[in-house]
């Protein structure tokens, strides 16, 4: 499958790397293509990874990826061209953050809408899911814990697209999917990044995931 990724950070080339690592062709969109960080992230498998436009990448995949910077999402969806989403499922990994010095990011989004609400909003013949927004990039490909395997949430409105993108977390090594609903899920999943931020905060470790108990 051709995948197109929108972004160029670390959030966007781990997504990159897990989709190639399972036999996939990426194209990243960016409007910084001559960074290092990058030029190294193409060498790393010559053919199944390059490097465009948001355009191009948007045209480029079958599948696509949102991973920019949330409070960015409209500009790049503006500069890909809606259109190219038509009839695509798309993985919204975004998150809404407000920055703040010396204290954890707030939400620009929250309670009445969210980020994945907006985005499905904007891309109206697109299949939204959102996904991977909850852990940090690190664990997004074969997460591995030493009290089990966590959870990953994911919420959109077609059945269809959440079933193909269940599929892809299975690949990533996510053996446990939980589908919590429509996209307006999406204001708990990106809160939920926030509580993610302040967990890690509050016990000084960045390699955290959340995992429901069963009984």
Do not use: Y
């Not at 985005?119 to 009290?147: C, D, E």
Request: charged share 20%.
């Amino acid at each position: 499958m051709r995948v197109g990724i929108l972004g160029s950070g670390d959030v966007a080339r781990s997504l990159g790397n897990g989709f190639a690592s399972v036999g996939h062709e990426v194209k990243i969109g960016t409007r910084h293509s001559d960074e290092p960080a990058l030029a190294a992230w193409v060498r790393s498998h010559p053919g199944k990874r390059t490097v465009g436009t948001f355009a191009e990448a948007a045209e480029f995949g079958e599948l696509v990826v949102v991973a920019v910077r949330g409070v960015a999402v409209a500009e790049a969806i503006d500069a890909a061209g809606a259109t190219h989403f038509d009839g695509k499922v798309v993985i919204d990994v975004t998150n809404p953050l407000v920055m703040r010095e010396n204290a954890p990011p707030t939400l620009a989004l929250g309670h009445t809408t969210s980020a994945g609400e907006a985005l499905q909003a904007r891309l109206p013949k697109a299949r939204v899911v959102k996904a991977f927004n909850i852990v940090g990039n690190p664990s997004f490909f074969r997460p591995t814990f030493p009290g089990g395997p966590p959870d990953m949430f994911l919420a959109g409105n077609d059945a269809a697209a959440k079933q193909v993108v269940t599929g892809i977390l299975h690949d990533f090594g996510w053996s446990s999917v939980v589908d919590i609903g429509g996209i307006e899920g999406s204001r708990e999943l990106e809160s939920l990044c926030i509580l993610w931020v302040k967990s890690a905060l509050a016990t000084g470790n960045w390699n955290i995931a959340f995992k429901l108990l069963r009984k």
